[in-house]
């Protein structure tokens, strides 16, 4: 069984950056596609960021130059940099990877970007 730890949310200023991270574990195999996903209250769970293994990396467009997400293998771990935050990505930000066929996500992680 994968577990998955996220930190790094929080309070923020709009324009202001955060920095999320999340380590895997437990896996007897290799992890496969890295990613971070939202849901804002009200709304369904959307995708924020994917990283592959090789470091293919994928954005939702709302979050393109603005997030940067990277990953090290060796520690599996996947961190996501969000810069220039705006009152809109408020939201729980969840950890996700995927291990052969199966999919795991983690706790999840509030960010909450206010004046």
């Known amino acids: 069984q994968v577990q998955l730890v996220e930190s790094g949310g929080g309070l923020v200023q709009p324009g202001g950056s955060l920095r999320l991270s999340c380590a895997a574990s437990g896996s007897r195999f290799g992890i496969n596609a890295m990613g971070w996903y939202r849901q804002a209250p009200g709304k369904q769970r959307e995708l924020v960021a994917t990283i592959s293994s090789g470091g293919t990396t994928n954005y939702a467009e709302f979050v393109k130059g603005r997030f940067t997400i990277s990953r090290d293998n060796a520690k599996n771990t996947v961190d996501l940099q969000m810069s220039s935050l705006k009152p809109e990505d408020t939201a729980v930000y969840y950890c996700?990877?995927?291990?052969?066929?199966?999919?795991?996500w983690g706790q999840g992680t509030q960010v909450t970007v206010s004046s």
């Open positions: 996700n990877v995927w291990v052969v066929l199966h999919q795991y």
